[in-house]
């Protein structure tokens, strides 16, 4: 399977980002998708998950972002979105997503998804 996450670049804080996660002949509707993002010299965060549809579909999110990131499927076209807005300087990483089915009490765990995207760079500057 492969994910091509898509929609990182350069923004001045307080401005907005949406991240792409597609993945070609495969069904995310299916699984759980989740984004994490890795700074530099820092370990990989769980920032987002969308539960599948058989799971309900419900979004989580971590404290820092919650109320300026959107989580969202479009399953007729077998993406899932992360809308990125009021962005902080510390939003700074490469953001990937994830498909798995983890348990919802451990979705920010990076080693319970079985494919990942290949990131894409999203940079806030102050």
């Known amino acids: 399977v492969k994910l091509q996450a898509s929609g990182g670049g350069l923004v001045q804080a307080g401005g907005s980002l949406s991240l792409s996660c597609q993945a070609p002949?495969?069904?995310?509707?299916?699984?759980?998708v989740s984004w994490f993002r890795q700074a530099p010299g820092k370990e990989r965060e769980g920032v987002s998950h969308?539960?599948?549809?058989?799971?309900?579909?419900?979004?989580y999110y971590i404290d820092s972002v919650k109320g300026r990131f959107t989580i969202s499927r479009d399953n007729a076209k077998n993406t899932v979105y992360l809308q990125m807005n009021s962005l902080k300087p510390e939003d700074t990483a490469v953001y990937y997503c994830?498909?798995?089915?983890?348990?919802?009490?451990?979705?920010?765990?990076?080693?319970?998804?079985?494919?990942w995207g290949q990131g894409t760079q999203v940079t806030v500057s102050s």
């Open positions: 002949g495969f069904r995310l509707v299916d699984y759980g």
């Open positions: 969308i539960r599948s549809r058989s799971s309900g579909g419900r979004a």
């Open positions: 994830a498909v798995g089915r983890p348990v919802l009490s451990a979705w920010f765990t990076s080693s319970l998804y079985h494919y």
